[in-house]
């Protein structure tokens, strides 16, 4: 039996970072949420939120780009498998996009409850 050596690390990384890049290429949804994270991120620096502010929000954009990948993935792999409508694929498919939608909406709530007060405050209407 002969057992195959893994890649080196640095080759390891450059295959995530290729994941990473063609999703934000290929998926409308990633770039979507990449631009909500550069806006909340020139929100951020323009309210001057706070140090676990910034965690929050730094968490928040990792599990939502994250499970959009997730979501890809699933999808990618799922369209490999079979062309056909199946019950199962559209099940799999289905589910995937739906942990992406509740971390989004999640994460929008936490947005709100970290920025609304502080733009408010920032335009003086509190």
Partial sequence: MTVKKKDPLKKSFGYAFEGIMTCIKKERNMKIHCVFTALVVLAGIILGISATEWC????????????????????????????????LAKIAKDTAAGAVLIAAIMAAIAGGIIFVPKGLAFLGII
Avoid: Q, Y
């Fill in 56 to 87: 929050i929000c730094l968490t928040l954009f990792g599990l939502v780009m994250a499970l959009e990948l997730v979501n890809t993935s699933v999808e990618a792999v799922v369209d490999l498998v079979t062309e056909e409508r199946k019950p």
